[in-house]
């Protein structure tokens, strides 16, 4: 009888075959790693959406309205971004492992710096005002 695990496609069948595009399935430990990766990526754009919700909603005092806007709605793009951009982190990491094929450069995290660079910026001026 045929061992699923040492098929081509992973020993997966239906949709997961067809998303993770075949390869073999690999250690648990490392889709594992993989996903709580996944999921601190998650925390950080809810972080970051929390974050443009305060920001709109409590600094009205303390900033001018178009500043204001425009670094929740920074923040809020930034959250919109990594969130989204997670999943697909998850699975191109995902298919590389099952492909054994080197690890892609994660493009969200200079995505996340240069905007938290800028939001930063942006409050260490308005504290310094």
């Known amino acids: 009888m ?12 239906g949709i997961s075959s067809r998303i993770l595009g075949g390869g073999q399935e690999p250690d648990p ?4 790693a993989n996903e709580r990766t ?13 974050g443009g919700v305060a920001v709109e909603a409590f600094m009205a005092d303390l900033f001018d309205p178009r500043l204001r806007k425009g670094l929740a709605v920074l923040l809020l793009v930034l959250a919109l971004l990594i969130g989204g951009g997670s999943f697909f982190r998850w ?21 996340l ?8 910026a942006i409050m260490t001026a308005v504290v310094l005002v």
């Open 29 to 32: 430990r490392f889709t594992l």
């Open 113 to 120: 710096a240069i905007g938290g660079g800028v939001a930063a």
């Open 2 to 13: 045929d061992n699923p695990s040492s098929r081509s496609d992973g020993g997966r069948t």
């Open 91 to 111: 699975l191109n990491v995902e298919r590389a492992i099952r492909r054994k094929a080197p690890l892609p450069l994660p493009w969200i995290a200079p995505v």
């Open 38 to 50: 996944f999921l601190a990526w998650i925390r950080t754009s809810l972080a970051l959406l929390a």
